[in-house]
């Protein structure tokens, strides 16, 4: 690289690698953008050390005491970007239809005439970094390639740390590999004279999807799932087009390899929401003994029938970008463990030795805190210190419990899908589906108390089939559809993963979780393993098949609690059932039949 190589001008025909059209398109934007100079990035350590040092000059970053958090930093963004904005996201289908209902819908031709105004000069003073990654093991058939060129350092490092971030994909783009253009801009020109802010960004805020020319937009934010296209709005948004297309799944779901007391292994993918558990679940620390589980993804899967027609899944990134409150040694000592270093933290709070500090981290806050917006931590103000979307950015190989099959190019066979929200009541600790169709019923109803994670009211129940409302890049019928579909694949190619439905989330009448969570949420991996062992009976309920009993065995938790979380109350989920309902009409003629028939169905079972 190339962090020295800076040019006042796209020209990088120097470098034979570099693939035609990625060199045309990188100098369509810059002349459109006029960024001061164009960095070809490799994803090296001399480039990480590079953006570090700039961004450490100019207050993007803090660097942490290197005694206690080595090699790592704090990054504060500005306060109004510290979190996924959906009421700007928007898929900019031809057709309309094409977005369906549960997305924000614009015209491709009016989007582009508008981004490509604010983005006029909008590099202006700022360095353009272009940054090709792969999505997924390099060469895998279940890898998807992408460049992303951005104005923000921070985005560059970041991505780095996220996904594989290598100029060989150049080499594959080269011989005919097809890629996605993911553009994005902090939109916050610098004019002779200027002093940059620490996190530059707009108050206007587009994130823009093309799924027919597979490119992306992105204007105003720096944050997270704003900003890291590879992340949500290539790896879900843009890859569930080409999924659908290519007959595969693109899911908003962890990824673990769990090991029985008998040595035997069971792959798992499990979807919740945003701030809902997946990151736990993926660096579980079972509590009951002899179990084990491994890390291969804690966000995305990419999930496709394989040459022996089994369902196989991969992790398409390459890192976390995990929610940092209510992370402890208690909760998750891995992810504890993982960030000894060489981590990105934003919006955390800064103790008083230049380390970083949570809510849930311990139970007192610590004297002398720095707030995540850079003021001292007042405790009585009941004002948390760090922000609850306050993230850590780290590579997967620094993950404790990293599974050797994570970078395995074929993916693993996945054996069991599981569903989950964040709900207080009605649904409980866990579920089996009848079969395909009944499981696919379950995501489509999924629905869950909303998070820190994106803007919008804290708490607030929602559907949200599949943990993919805000991720889907098309009509949400259609995707019900597609399910449908991959089950009858499956059922001619080889046998289908069998699905499951969780909640750690019951409240007690005080408001408390009932649940222990966490570790002793191997209690329910045991009682999935169990059945898909076919050596436990279970309860055909209305809902599907439930639990008789869960191995307590040194928890302490009562026998009522047990029944309180397991338990169905028929008006709370006939209520629920209305309220899916009215969700899924408004898809219209594109809700499949059977997803209406899954629905009267569970009516008919309710009927006492
Ligand atoms: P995204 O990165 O936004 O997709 O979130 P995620 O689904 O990976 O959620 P994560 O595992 O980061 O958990 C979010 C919050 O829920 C954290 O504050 C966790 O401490 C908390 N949490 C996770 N698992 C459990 C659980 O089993 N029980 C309870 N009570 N809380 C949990
Ligand atoms: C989520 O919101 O589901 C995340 C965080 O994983 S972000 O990368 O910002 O989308
Ligand atoms: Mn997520």
């Known amino acids: 690289m190339t962090l020295t190589d800076t040019v006042t001008s796209a020209s990088p025909k120097t470098d034979e690698s570099r693939p035609v059209d990625v060199i045309e398109w990188v100098n369509e934007i810059s002349a459109l953008t006029s960024p001061e100079s164009v960095l070809w990035c490799d994803g090296s350590k001399a480039e990480a050390d590079e953006l570090i040092a700039v961004m450490v000059a100019s207050g993007t970053l803090i660097h942490l005491n290197p005694n206690l958090r080595p090699q790592s930093y704090l990054a504060r963004s500005a306060p109004s970007d510290v979190a996924r904005v959906e009421s700007r996201t928007f898929i900019c289908s031809l057709d309309p239809e094409d977005a369906g209902p549960t997305n924000n819908w614009y015209d491709p031709i009016e989007m582009k005439d508008t981004l490509r105004g604010l983005a006029k000069d909008s590099m202006r003073g700022r360095t353009l970094y272009v940054v090709p990654f792969a999505m997924g093991p390099l060469g895998s058939p279940l890898s998807k390639l992408g460049v992303q060129v951005t104005d923000s350092p921070y985005v560059a490092l970041s991505l780095q740390m996220m996904v ?71 790896a879900l948004r843009i890859a569930s087009v080409i999924a659908r297309k290519e007959g595969w799944l693109a899911e908003h779901m962890l990824l673990v390899k769990v090991t029985s007391p008998e040595g035997k292994t069971y792959t798992m993918a499990a979807a919740f929401p945003s701030a809902c558990g997946k990151t736990n679940f993926a660096m579980m620390r079972p509590s009951l003994p002899g179990w084990k589980v491994e890390t291969l993804g804690d966000d995305i899967a990419w999930l496709r029938p394989g040459r022996d027609g089994k369902l196989r899944a991969i992790n398409p990134e390459a890192g976390f970008f995990g929610v940092a409150p209510g992370t402890s040694q208690a909760t998750n000592p891995s992810a504890m463990e993982m960030l000894w270093g060489n981590t990105i933290f934003t919006n955390t709070a800064l103790t008083a030795e230049g380390d970083i500090w949570w809510e849930g981290m311990t139970k007192e806050a610590p004297e002398g805190l720095t707030t995540w917006q850079g003021e001292p931590h007042d405790k009585t103000s009941g004002h948390p210190a760090a922000h609850p979307n306050s993230r850590f950015a780290v590579g997967l190989s620094q993950c404790p419990t990293l599974a050797e099959e994570w970078d395995d190019p074929e993916g693993l066979v996945v054996d069991a899908i599981i569903f989950g929200g964040r709900r207080s009541t009605t649904i409980p600790l866990v579920t089996e589906a009848l079969n395909w169709n009944h499981g696919v019923f379950l995501g489509a109803t999924i629905a869950s108390e909303r998070t820190a994670a994106a803007e919008g009211t804290l708490g607030e129940v929602r559907r949200d089939p599949f943990a993919m409302l805000p991720f889907l890049g098309y009509n949400m019928g259609d995707y019900l559809a597609h399910w449908l579909e991959m089950g009858n694949t499956l059922r001619v190619t080889g046998r289908p993963p069998r699905i499951f439905q969780v909640n750690w989330f019951r409240r007690d009448a005080n408001g408390d979780f009932i649940w222990p969570g966490f570790g002793e949420n191997s209690r329910v991996i045991e009682w999935i393993v169990e059945r898909l062992e076919g050596r436990v009976p279970a309860r055909r309920t209305a809902i599907g098949w439930t639990p008789e009993s869960i191995n307590l065995e040194g928890l302490d938790l009562g026998r009522s609690a047990l029944e309180s979380l397991l338990e169905i109350d028929a008006q709370a989920v006939a209520d629920d059932l209305d309220d899916a309902e009215t969700f899924l009409e408004a898809l219209g003629s594109r809700l499949p039949k059977e997803i209406s028939r899954q629905l009267d169905q569970t009516r008919e079972r309710l009927r006492p």
Do not use: Q
């Not at 002093?195 to 823009?208: F, G, M, Q, R």
């Open 164 to 234: 594989r971030v290598s100029s060989e994909v150049f080499s594959m783009i080269s011989a005919g590999a097809s890629w996605v253009k993911c553009c994005h801009t902090v939109g916050a020109p610098l004019n002779a004279g200027d002093v940059d802010v620490a996190w530059p960004c707009n108050e206007t805020k587009y994130i823009s999807h093309f799924p027919e020319s597979l490119e992306i937009w992105s204007y105003g934010s720096a944050y997270g799932g704003n900003a890291l296209l590879p992340k949500k709005a290539f």
